[in-house]
């Protein structure tokens, strides 16, 4: 867990630096975001983004991640399901 959060305070910290370096430009991301562009700016330059930003900005700038991150997801069932590691219907609903 502390690897998770020190790297969450790198990620907070850089976030001006990753936007710089996107090849999208900042009005698309910050429309795209969904929060206010003084907003925006404001939690930018105190690096002060909840989470939840960060994640939705992460999926605006790398949407290939997305994609990648699902098919890795779809082949990992498609792997269980081929090892017989499922469970009854049933049972998951009880």
Do not use: C, W
């Amino acid at each position: 867990m502390i690897s998770e959060i020190k790297n969450y305070i790198k990620i907070s910290n850089s976030i001006d630096e990753t936007l710089k370096n996107s090849p999208f430009k900042l009005k698309y991301i910050i429309e795209k975001s969904g929060i206010s562009e003084p907003t925006f700016f404001r939690k930018m330059k105190e690096k002060k983004f909840l989470p939840e930003e960060l994640l939705k900005i992460a999926e605006i700038i790398e949407p290939e991640r997305i994609s990648n991150d699902v098919l890795s997801a779809i082949q990992e069932g498609l792997n269980d399901v081929r090892r017989g590691k499922i469970t009854e219907h049933s049972i998951v609903m009880d």
